[in-house]
Nanobody, 116 residues
Framework: QVQLVESGGGLVQPGGSLRLSCAAS????????MGWYRQAPGKERELVAH???????YYADSVKGRFTISRDNANNTVYLQMNSLKPEDTAVYYC??????????WGQGTQVTVSS
């Protein structure tokens, strides 16, 4: 079992930046992927970005060029650097760990609000 705890959310003006962190209770080295999802009110949860154990990255088209995902295996932490934020980025952001064989772990979520 792995507990994931997100932090770093908050209120930011359009064009601003935030960095989300996801701290895992144990090693993430063996996780196939670590990712960030988000869910806006009235919408389905969507994949924002993920990073594989080999360092390959995927980004949703809506965040390409603005968001960067990274992982620090030594400190069991995954980050999401979010720049040039837009109001449509407003959502609850969830950290996800995929260990394979159907084992997936979720954090409790952190609210990101982009508004002037």
């Amino acid at each position: 079992q792995v507990q994931l705890v997100e932090s770093g959310g908050g209120l930011v003006q359009p064009g601003g930046s935030l960095r989300l962190s996801c701290a895992a209770s144990r090693s993430i080295f063996s996780m196939n992927t670590m990712g960030w999802y988000r869910q806006a009110p009235g919408k389905e949860r969507e994949l924002v970005a993920h990073i594989t154990r080999f360092g390959s990255r995927y980004y949703a088209d809506s965040v390409k060029g603005r968001f960067t995902i990274s992982r620090d295996n030594a400190n069991n932490t995954v980050y999401l650097q979010m720049n040039s934020l837009k109001p449509e980025d407003t959502a609850v952001y969830y950290c996800n760990g995929d260990a394979g064989l159907g084992l997936r772990y979720w954090g409790q979520g952190t609210q990101v609000t982009v508004s002037s």
